[in-house]
């Protein structure tokens, strides 16, 4: 079974700060790999996925995520925190097969910026 | 700018009362997903539909709850009787389900309150 886990529940960064929110994932499979974010009051939405096209990949509001095999690795960067960046960041691996586009979530990691 | 949408978006209700939850997935869809949010327990899948049949409701209490999709622009999650336990934001999401890189599109919940 598919798996990823996000290490730290909540990571508090200054404005202008680098992010880093760490996802490791396990699968039998080369995965698919996703970033979702949670404003408050509102449902995820996708910030970039990972389909084996390119290691680093660049999302929405200058955010960007590396696939590194050798580390089952996935983490999430962004150079320079904004206020606006505070929410819930989940990871995600995609099934694939018959349960293609059912995905597994990480319990997810509340991102605080303070300024 | 297609959505996923839901509604009620806030439902307050007594014990013992039944609850629907509707879900219309984007036009095209052909897979959604009901998940329930809270603060113990995070993001849980409770069901998954492709092509309006049931894949997987392994997620859900079956004594309660039922899930189903009269037709490819709606899907429902209803809840019989409803319990205090049950108090929880519910998100529904759509996908195109035919392959593992396929994101979900989530709609913006219904927040339940059961007295």
């Known amino acids: 079974a598919q798996s990823v886990t996000q290490l730290g529940s909540h990571v508090s960064v200054s404005e202008g700060a680098l992010v880093l929110l760490r996802c490791n994932y396990s699968s039998s499979v080369p995965p698919y790999l996703f970033w979702y974010v949670q404003y408050p009051n509102q449902g995820l939405q996708l910030l970039l996925k990972y389909t084996s096209a390119a290691t680093l990949v660049k999302g929405i509001n200058g955010f960007e995520a590396e696939f590194k095999k050798s580390e089952t690795s996935f983490h999430l960067t962004k150079p320079s925190a904004h206020m606006s960046d505070a929410a819930e960041y989940f990871c995600a691996v995609s099934d694939q097969g018959t349960n293609a586009g059912k995905s597994t979530f990480g319990d997810g990691t509340t991102l605080t910026v303070k300024p | 700018d297609a959505r996923v949408t839901q509604t009620p978006r806030h439902k307050v209700t007594e014990m013992g009362q039944e609850v629907t939850m509707r879900c219309q997935p984007i036009?095209?869809?052909?897979?959604v997903f009901w998940y329930r949010q809270t603060m113990m327990q995070g993001l849980e899948l409770l069901a998954y539909f492709r092509n309006r049949a049931p894949l997987d409701d392994s997620g859900m209490p079956k004594d309660r709850f039922s899930a189903e999709m009269p037709d490819a622009t709606l899907a429902t999650l209803k809840i019989q009787p409803s319990e205090p336990r049950d108090s929880a934001v519910y998100f529904c999401?759509?996908?195109?389900?035919?392959?593992?890189?396929?994101?979900?599109?989530f709609g913006p919940g219904t927040r339940l309150t059961v007295l």
């Open positions: 999401a759509s996908g195109l389900g035919l392959a593992g890189y396929n994101e979900q599109f």
């Open positions: 036009l095209g869809h052909n897979t």
